[in-house]
């Protein structure tokens, strides 16, 4: 077979309720055209996001029971640590309501103002929150990761040349750590290789500085790893991250991604005074550390996620009903990025809608298309995210255990509808845009046929 079944059962089904083109241009037009105002129940396939999406298993709902909601030192945060460090290896292991909140207590920890963090890219939420800091973004992810149609194995890789030649510029004084985002959902979830990996470590200690990683979707990165790059065919995804993380000084995790969780984050370090210094900031803004803003049960449904997500059955399953949704849109001549990331099918909205002006929107409009064609919800990735001149990209974001391959191919039908009435597509115009974030809270018109026409 060229496409594996899903290595799961069903046991609990959840209801999609269909809705008519004519109401969701209803419900479109009262949301401002931003996705992340249309109500969940009026979504027919939701692939918005992965983060917090994510079908729990029955191990995962049987390990809730156990939770131990002790305020301090309760059994459950024992097993979150003993499970995180059993793929991580860092010493300090600290709990944190979501991925965003880690970021915060490592950039509070490091960052002092106009210091520079390079990273492969920074994705939304880590930028604001490093520039909330007063910190300087700096993306220096290689070539080929800006160019959607190039295939690469490991377009999210960093370009080391870069990354040495900033660091020998600024030097530790402007550069507390440096960066490194697996896989790059920024830049279509494209996987790092270890080989850059070791390279980027290799100049972080040449110049004395901290590796810390943005470990999102760390096991789908090792699982590209093992199918692409030589020498790791035969080690399993655990192997290869215990290696990857090896590199680092620590990370950031948000568990809703590759925890399959639908709440909670991870900081690790080996630093005992960076460790220090967020469980003070961590006690005042989130909890006390061994629970850190999540309840027993969370902590409980991490653990066995982490361990179940390195699954090899379940990695490739999940890697190639990517893949499989990818190609057959692309193979009608949708351009995508290539090739397909581990998460997320990412549409290339300029050359989808070439017609479409940079400053009509072409993203946030096709990703509006895509919800009146067939009631899919997706998002913009870039025009709202990613600083000037952005790779405008819509993701189609895939929760993990949720869909089967037959609501995948009714997205591909959704996609390919439009693409054949893409020349008809008006572009939007922004009317409000939040000064933080603005993906979240951004409102758009359509733009009036007379002056699409003039663009």
């Known amino acids: 077979m060229s496409l594996p079944i899903e290595p799961f059962k069903i046991k609990a089904v959840e209801p999609i309720r269909w809705t008519t ?6 419900i479109l037009a009262a949301a401002h055209f931003n996705m992340f105002a249309v109500a969940a129940d009026d979504v027919i396939i939701d692939l918005l996001t992965d983060s917090g999406t994510n079908a729990m298993s029955a191990r995962q709902w049987a390990a809730l029971m156990e939770g131990d909601e002790s305020y301090a030192g309760s059994r459950s945060y024992d097993r979150f640590r003993q499970s995180v460090q059993d793929i991580f290896s860092y010493e300090h292991v600290i709990p944190t309501h979501q991925g965003r909140a880690a970021e915060r207590l ?3 920890s490091l960052v002092q103002p106009s210091q520079i963090v390079p990273n492969n890219t920074h994705f939304d939420t880590t930028r604001a929150n490093l520039q909330d800091f007063g910190g300087v973004c700096a993306d220096l ?3 080929e990761g800006r160019r959607p149609e190039i295939v690469h194995p490991f377009k999210g890789n960093m370009d080391i040349g870069r990354l040495d030649e900033i660091l020998k510029r600024e030097g530790t004084a402007r550069i507390p750590f440096v960066m490194l985002t697996l896989t790059n959902n920024s830049g ?8 850059n990996v070791r390279g980027v470590s290799e100049i972080c200690r040449k110049h004395g500085v901290p590796l810390y990683f943005d470990a999102c979707r760390f096991a789908e990165n090792a699982y590209f790893i093992k199918i692409r790059e030589q020498g790791y065919a035969d080690k399993s995804p655990k192997e290869i991250a215990r290696e990857l993380f090896s590199y680092g000084d620590g990370c950031i995790v948000s568990a809703k991604k590759d925890a399959i969780a639908n709440i909670g984050g991870i900081f690790c ?18 909890g006390f550390p061994t629970y850190g803003g999540l309840a027993g049960r969370d902590l409980e449904a ?9 699954d090899e059955d379940y990695l490739r399953h999940r890697i190639e009903a990517t893949a499989d949704l990818a190609n057959k849109v692309a193979g009608h001549g949708v351009p995508i990025v290539q090739p397909p990331g581990g998460h997320a099918v990412f549409l290339d909205a300029r050359a989808f809608l070439p017609h479409i002006p940079v400053e009509q929107c072409p993203a946030t409009t096709l990703a509006s298309e895509l919800y009146l064609e067939g009631g899919v919800r997706s998002v913009d990735i870039g025009s709202m995210t990613t600083g000037a001149d952005p790779v405008l990209l819509v993701r189609l974001a895939i929760p993990r255990r949720v869909y089967t ?9 959704v996609i390919l509808k439009v693409w054949k009435r893409r020349d008809t597509v008006r572009g939007l115009r922004v009317i409000y845009q939040p000064a933080v974030l603005p993906t979240f809270g951004a ?13």
Request: glycine letters at 4%; aromatic letters at 6%; charged letters at 30%.
């Open 21 to 26: 083109r004519e109401q969701r241009e209803k």
């Open 106 to 108: 490592l950039f509070r």
């Open 302 to 310: 991490i653990a066995v996620g982490l361990q179940e997500v390195v």
């Open 141 to 143: 992810v290689i070539e």
């Open 405 to 413: 391959h037959s609501h995948l191919d009714y997205v591909a039908e």
């Open 188 to 195: 279509g979830g494209q996987p790092v290789s270890m080989e």
């Open 443 to 455: 409102r758009f018109e359509r733009v009036p046929a007379a002056a699409a026409a003039h663009a």
């Open 269 to 286: 370090t080996n630093d005992p005074r960076v460790a220090e210094r967020a469980r003070e900031y961590l006690v005042l803004t989130e």
